[in-house]
């Protein structure tokens, strides 16, 4: 947030309609209204310059900045109702007072939508990696048993005929039950949703009802934003949790746990029962056995209920086998039989940014990955590795203001696995790229890495191709689906897989 607004520039636009304040706040418990409360509310704002005649203004608290010092502007624009959540003034507008702006926020728009989670199936899907992987297999499981399923998460957000860009995996509150009244709209009967930590801490999705929810991992990341890992993880155990949540007692979903990752355990014992646990290296609900990989997926046999069923995944990486069964659990939590989701899982193909393959009839491989955690790149360049006759050579760099402890990491973990790296910029936005770079070159070094710095990603990328080789793998990590590059206040548009396929033609010609 800056100056109390949303720097969100999604395609989603706002549905407006009429509904009496009276109703509005019947699901807020504690709540002190000052003004009649009859007046007609079109709509529902947390960013003051999208107040128009007839909004409520919720006051939320921004990381730059706080709505609370913008409750006039709004009033000026046609605010007839402002949510706070200490004492401020508000004239010639109804002032609600609440404990929690952002819950209220959240409540608010579950009930302006006409709480449309209460009408859908939904698997909420957190988790430092997969979770994009796993929502995708939701749905491609839920068409193979004849079944609508609307996605929304890190790609973009999936509505039926509708596919709009997203500007965060899981958007603000507002949004995020704009999207899911479209879905029922549609009539489509089921969803796969993103829960993001940003999300979990920020209540985007408090007051929605899930009837799964689904734990893929746990590993560093976004310690900008949480501060430390114990905050970090305390976030994603609120999607477990039935009062963090914000739902009824009678809302009880099913959780699908990654047993392999001990964090499962606490979350567990939050949950308390119906828990579906998969693993591939444990006894569990939900196993894989028999697991084989080769360079364009694997074969592995899941065990569920006794049975066996047979799986050729086109998602190469053991990791995509826990993906799978993730997937393959919130399919059997919806009702959907095995042999349904069993074909759901071999008809996914491909997700985009996600070890996507770029081929141009080139003599080696050249992979785009969303990897920006330590443990992402690790997964991702051993399995690379598995399936390289030649060298392995990866191009990686690190966001600018972003948790600056994982750079060294990165450098250390490519510096093990690949044999060469370019080190370059991801969206460094107004930090120095060099110093960045510098930050990663420690755990290179340490690593005992052969590599080469290039700041500019678009040559970074040239180089990496210009050296591979017959049999030799490129790996060009942390963007993956993105469009777009950050440098300074600047957004450029920025592509790695057109840049590879520029660099793959000129190569060819």
Not at 163 to 192: C, D, N
Not at 254 to 282: M, Q
Not at 453 to 460: I, L, M
Request: hydrophobic share 35%; charged share 25%.
């Amino acid at each position: 947030m800056k100056n109390g607004r949303s720097e969100a520039k999604s395609q989603l636009r706002l549905k407006t309609h009429s509904m009496k304040l009276q109703d509005l706040l019947s699901d807020l418990e504690t709540k002190t209204v000052s003004g009649p409360d009859d007046v007609d509310v079109s709509h529902i704002a947390y960013d003051s310059r999208k107040v128009g005649p007839g909004a409520i203004f919720v006051c939320v608290s921004g990381l730059r900045s706080d709505g609370h010092k913008f409750v006039r502007e709004a009033v000026s624009s046609g605010a007839v109702a402002v949510v706070v959540d200490r004492d401020v003034p508000v004239d010639d507008a109804v002032r609600i007072r609440v404990p929690d702006s952002r819950k209220a926020l959240a409540l608010l728009a579950c009930s302006f939508h006409g709480h449309p989670s209460r009408k859908l199936k939904i698997a909420g899907i957190t988790g430092t990696n997969g979770k994009t992987t796993v929502s995708y297999l939701v749905q491609s499981i839920c068409s193979q048993a004849g079944l609508k399923a609307g996605v929304i998460g890190t790609v973009g957000y999936d509505v039926g005929d509708t596919k709009l860009k997203g500007s965060h995996t899981t958007p603000e509150a507002p949004e995020f039950q704009e999207l899911l009244s479209r879905m029922v709209a549609q009539r489509i009967s089921h969803a796969a949703v993103e829960v993001s930590s940003h999300a979990l801490a920020l209540r985007r999705s408090y007051g929605t009802k899930f009837d799964v929810v689904v734990f893929t991992n746990l590993t560093r990341d976004h310690l900008d934003f949480h501060g430390t890992f114990e905050d970090y993880r305390k976030a994603k155990l609120r999607l477990f949790d039935r009062a963090e949540r914000g739902v009824s007692e009678k809302d009880r979903p099913t959780a699908v746990l990654n047993l392999d990752d001990p964090f499962s355990d606490a979350l567990a014992e939050a949950v308390g029962e119906d828990i579906i646990g998969y693993s591939i290296d444990k006894d569990a609900d939900l196993r894989a056995r028999d697991v084989k990989l080769f360079p364009g997926g694997s074969t592995f046999s899941v065990i569920w209920k006794g049975q066996a069923f047979e799986v050729r995944l086109s998602l190469p990486g053991l990791f995509n086998v826990a993906n799978a069964l993730a997937a393959f659990g919130v399919g059997t939590s919806f009702g959907i039989e095995g042999h349904h989701a069993v074909r759901g899982l071999e008809a996914m193909k491909g997700v985009k940014g996600r070890l996507e393959l770029v081929e141009k009839c080139q003599p080696f491989s050249v992979f785009v990955d969303y990897a920006h955690t330590p443990d992402a790149l690790s997964n991702v360049l051993r399995t690379v590795r598995d399936i390289t006759k030649g060298n392995l050579i990866c191009v990686f760099g690190c966001g600018g203001e972003r948790d600056k402890g994982k750079r060294s990491e990165m450098g250390r973990v490519s510096g093990a696995l690949a044999n060469y790296t370019v080190i370059t910029s991801d969206n460094p936005r107004s930090e120095e790229p060099l110093s960045i770079i510098t930050e990663i070159e420690e755990g290179m070094l340490a690593a005992g890495g052969c590599y080469e710095t290039v700041p500019d990603r678009r040559e970074a990328i040239g180089r990496a191709i210009a050296r591979a080789r017959q049999g030799d793998s490129v790996l060009i990590a942390g963007k993956g689906h993105e469009d777009y590059q950050i440098l300074g206040d600047k957004v450029i548009h920025f592509d790695d897989r057109e840049v590879v396929e520029e660099f793959l033609n000129g190569r060819s010609r």
